[in-house]
């Protein structure tokens, strides 16, 4: 089945430690997106990347970092920088820019130790 | 940047009642999507509306979009509890390469 997996599912965060939430998509889909979704809010973009080893930050960059050096593949990176990470992290893929439909992980749970 | 309110927040209905929510931007969209989260799960695309004034349907669903472009409706006839979740907008300006999505509504169904 044609999807996008991401992991781990939960993930905890000591201090000053950096960590990478993974992202993989078989649907061929060009652009890939991060978003940060807090309780009863709704989503706010972090990066979006459109074609390979090519990226943009979104509304909510700082504390953040990602790479795109594979179509199937956005890492994304939540450094110490972010001092509050708390959130659910969800990652989605279009075949197109912004007109397109997106597809959504099931999302990855962040929380500081 | 791109503002895209939705209201109510929160709306708790009785099975079988009917339920709106309302989408507005401050700026003229390209086109416009709906996407409905369950509780503890992921966004699902649920339709796309392009034209001004378009109205389409899905059983119970009827989805607006305004002649002006820049506010939509999603209604929802005769709830059930299925229909539990938070239901977002998403703008997409034709400007940026990405979608702004709206604050959301959370619709709880009871019997």
């Known amino acids: 089945d044609g999807g996008i997996t991401q992991s781990p599912k939960y993930l905890f965060r000591k201090e000053g430690q950096n960590v990478t939430l993974s992202c993989e998509q078989n649907?061929?889909?060009?652009?890939m997106y991060w978003y940060r979704q807090d309780p009863g809010q709704g989503l706010r973009l972090i990066y979006y990347?459109?074609?390979?080893?090519?990226?943009q930050k979104g509304d909510i960059a700082e504390g953040y970092s990602v790479s795109r050096e594979k179509k199937e593949s956005f890492p994304l990176t939540v450094t110490s920088a972010q001092k509050n990470p708390t959130a659910f992290y969800l990652c989605?893929?279009?075949?197109?820019?912004?007109?397109?439909?997106?597809?959504f992980g099931d999302g990855t749970r962040l929380s500081i130790l | 940047g791109q503002q895209v309110m939705q209201i109510p927040q929160y709306q708790h209905v009785q099975e079988g009642e009917d339920f709106t929510t309302y989408c507005n931007s401050s700026?003229?969209?390209?086109?416009i999507q709906w996407y409905k989260q369950r509780p503890g799960g992921h966004p699902v695309f649920l339709i796309q509306?392009?034209?001004?004034?378009e109205v389409k349907k899905q059983k119970r669903l009827t989805f607006q979009f305004g002649e002006a472009k820049k506010n939509s409706s999603l209604h929802i006839t005769a709830t059930q509890t299925t229909d539990v979740g938070t239901y977002f907008c998403?703008?997409?300006?034709?400007?940026?390469?990405?979608?702004?999505f709206g604050t959301g509504t959370r619709l709880q169904v009871t019997l």
């Open positions: 509306l392009v034209k001004s004034g």
């Open positions: 700026t003229t969209l390209s086109n």
């Open positions: 649907l061929n889909h060009d652009a």
């Open positions: 989605a893929s279009s075949m197109g820019s912004g007109n397109q439909p997106q597809h």
């Open positions: 990347s459109q074609i390979v080893n090519d990226f």
């Open positions: 998403a703008a997409d300006t034709g400007t940026a390469s990405k979608l702004t």
